[in-house]
């Protein structure tokens, strides 16, 4: 079973520039997230989405990041402009959906913000 | 108050010795607990989960759950230099399956 896929694994831009990472998920995974991780920090969630719906994007600078699920399956996030705080690991995970239910993550999205 | 708090470490173990890891969370509404381990550089991988009061064992792990201390643990037996990584609690809170991390603990099993 293929794993979570996550692109591009580096990526160096300058502050105020915009970026883009995509995921696509485990085939037959509702669940959706997007965590960020800040070095020497636990993943902190920045969206979840259920199919094509977003269930929770509470801490999601919404002033500056963006994300879709298109057609319930890959996803996008976007960040735009991006400060230098924004320098952190972009991790997406899925998961079947169920209460409870265990995450996979991809191999994450190592973001710097000269 | 963090929702989930973990104490960073390191936590320095020899090879061979039982290392015990804790989390402490603020919910208790919370219904589901896990510990995912995170090499250096790597994506947090599940190992154990726990649903119900009490332990749970798979192979060398055990995860120890008390809610009404709303307190959760893993223990690891014959500690292996293979275990060093950062381990991280998380626990669902409120709402639709939302998972909170901890901030990790880092184990360090020396030779």
């Known amino acids: 079973e293929a794993g979570v896929a996550q692109s591009p694994r580096y990526k160096i831009i300058e502050k105020r520039q915009s970026v883009a990472f995509w995921c696509n998920p485990i085939s037959g995974h509702a669940t959706l997230y997007w965590y960020q991780q800040i070095l020497g920090q636990g993943p902190k969630l920045l969206i979840q989405f259920q199919n094509n719906g977003v269930v929770d994007d509470s801490q999601l600078p919404k002033d500056r990041f963006s994300a879709e699920r298109l057609k319930g399956v890959d996803s996008t996030l976007k960040i735009q402009p991006a400060k230098l705080e924004d320098s952190a690991v972009y991790l997406c995970?899925?998961?079947?959906?169920?209460?409870?239910?265990?995450?996979?993550f991809g191999s994450g999205t190592q973001l710097s913000v000269l | 108050q963090k929702e989930v708090e973990q104490n960073s470490g390191p936590l320095s173990v020899p090879e061979g010795a039982i290392a015990s890891l804790n989390c402490t969370y603020s919910?208790?509404?919370?219904?589901?607990f896990f510990w995912y381990r995170q090499y250096s550089g790597k994506s947090p991988e599940l190992i154990m989960f726990i649903y119900s009061n009490g332990d749970k064992e798979d192979g060398r792990f055990t995860a120890q759950l008390n809610k009404a201390s709303q307190y959760v643990s893993l223990l690891i037996r014959d500690s292996q230099p293979s275990d060093s990584a950062t381990y991280l609690c998380?626990?669902?809170?409120?709402?639709?399956?939302?998972?909170?991390f901890g901030t990790g603990t880092r184990l360090l099993v020396s030779p």
């Open positions: 919910d208790r509404g919370s219904q589901s």
């Open positions: 998380a626990v669902t809170g409120t709402g639709f399956q939302k998972l909170v």
């Open positions: 995970a899925s998961s079947l959906g169920r209460e409870g239910e265990k995450l996979f």
